[in-house]
């Protein structure tokens, strides 16, 4: 077992490391100040703007994407310790290199999925980081981590397609810059296949009946670097039937393949945030005393720290195996592992910056720090793409079979 990274790897952590030291770290209060002298909040800050061509001038862009046509042609293994990198500074790095969510999981579909005139309207843009895009499946009506329960509908009218319905959440949605949707609905509610019921077609923003009615709050937090997530309305909303991604009834399938990448690009940057929580932890443990000693010579603090590295190293091996399997086995090969990553890592990752919050006593909560607002993002992730319970459950059901009873 060779625990190395290969050379290509290196070099790229090299330069996105100094990337990192550079440039984004120093944009993190400018882009802040920008935001409040905005008109408004949702707008990108011109600093983001500034990274991304610095980025893309040292060939740190779209390195998430497999593919070598269109993308940095990275392996799963290759990428991930990248994306660690990039989730240290969760609301600049992954956008200054074109690495965001949801624009990876969009740009995977329209790549694997999409036809030449959907690659070239709006594959490119994406590439290039001209335009960003929202992914809608979740309503606020039924309970959306079981998607055969979405209930929007997207009816068949001569050559178009008519769209009804409401979704929430849909990241990215409030920066005007989100100029694509990919709307998940049902094309034939009654087909007897209940995963093939669902279609997924692109809306562009400006179509008529499509609002954009508001912005869902994360634990008080507006997510503007995320572009927000919004609740958008489609009444009503027509579209040429050549907008349909892949073949009608085929958006179910569509959407798992979409899942597998964005659940691993997750729990990459989670670890990512979990050093930043751990590098904070010790500055401070060491930088603050009371009752006559350094926060550091605890026990107790010295437990949080060290529970935190063993938890982090846990983690990033079982990443590791899980790219690996997917680069050589596929994603259908890496299922239970991909399941066990997305359980294991944002669980873990939010007790570490629970204690990281509370080592910064009231600190920790506020806006001088980035731990809150990173705890929040972390805790999401255990809702976002499946809750927890929602893979434990077929994870269990998998293990089950496995060691079936006879008879039973
Ligand atoms: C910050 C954030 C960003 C998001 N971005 C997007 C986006 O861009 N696009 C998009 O479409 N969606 C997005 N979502 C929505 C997200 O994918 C859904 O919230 C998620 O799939 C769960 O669906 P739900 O909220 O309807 O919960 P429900 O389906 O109502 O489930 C609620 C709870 O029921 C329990 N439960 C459900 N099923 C089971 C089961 N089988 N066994 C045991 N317990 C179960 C779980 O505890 C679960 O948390 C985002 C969510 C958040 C918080």
């Not at 590791?320 to 239970?336: P, R």
Request: aromatic content about 6%.
């Amino acid at each position: 077992m060779d625990f190395a990274f290969d050379a290509r790897t290196e070099e790229l952590r090299r330069k996105l490391q100094t990337f990192m030291d550079e440039h984004v770290y120093p944009a993190e209060t400018v882009a802040d100040e920008q935001r409040a002298a905005q008109d408004s909040p949702w707008e990108t800050p011109p600093v983001v703007e500034e990274l991304k061509r610095t980025a893309r001038k040292h060939g740190l862009w779209n390195l998430f994407l497999p593919d070598r046509t269109y993308g940095a042609g990275l392996t799963n293994l290759q990428y991930a310790p990248l994306a660690e990198i990039l989730g240290r500074s969760p609301r600049l790095a992954p956008t200054a290199v074109n690495c965001a969510a949801p624009d990876t999981g969009n740009m995977e579909v329209l790549t694997e999925f999409g036809n030449a005139e959907q690659r070239r309207t709006w594959l490119e843009p994406l590439l290039s980081g001209e335009i960003r895009s929202g992914f809608a499946m979740t309503e606020p009506d039924v309970a959306s981590s079981d998607a055969t329960n979405i209930e929007t509908r997207i009816r068949r009218d001569g050559d178009d397609y008519v769209i009804t319905g409401r979704k929430w959440f849909i990241s990215g949605a409030m920066n005007p810059d989100c100029k694509i949707f990919i709307v998940m609905g049902k094309t034939d509610p009654d087909a007897p296949d209940i995963r093939r019921q669902q279609s997924m077609v692109l809306v562009p923003r400006d179509t008529p009946g499509l609002e954009v009615r508001r912005a869902m709050q994360v634990y008080g937090y507006e997510d503007h670097y995320h572009g927000g997530h919004a609740e958008i309305v489609f009444d009503g909303v027509r579209v040429p039937r050549s907008n349909l991604i892949g073949e009608e009834g085929g958006g179910f399938a569509i959407a798992q393949a979409r899942l597998g990448p964005g659940r691993i690009h997750h729990c990459m940057r989670l670890i990512g945030m979990a050093e930043r929580a751990v590098e904070l932890m010790c500055r401070r443990a060491q930088g603050r005393s009371a009752f006559g000693g350094q926060l550091a010579a605890q026990g107790q603090v010295r437990e949080w720290i060290a529970d935190a590295r063993v938890q982090i190293e846990q983690l990033r091996l079982l990443v590791l195996k899980t790219a690996w399997l997917m680069d050589t086995v596929g994603n259908k090969g890496a299922h239970t592992e991909i399941q066990a990553i997305k359980i294991a890592t944002p669980r873990a990752v939010v007790g570490i910056l629970d204690r990281a919050v509370q080592l910064h006593g009231a600190g920790g909560v506020s806006q001088d720090f980035p731990l809150a607002e990173l705890w929040a993002a972390a805790r999401t992730l255990q809702l976002a793409d499946g809750p927890d319970e929602v893979h434990q459950r077929s994870l269990a059901k998998r293990e089950l079979k496995r060691h079936a009873v006879d008879g039973e």
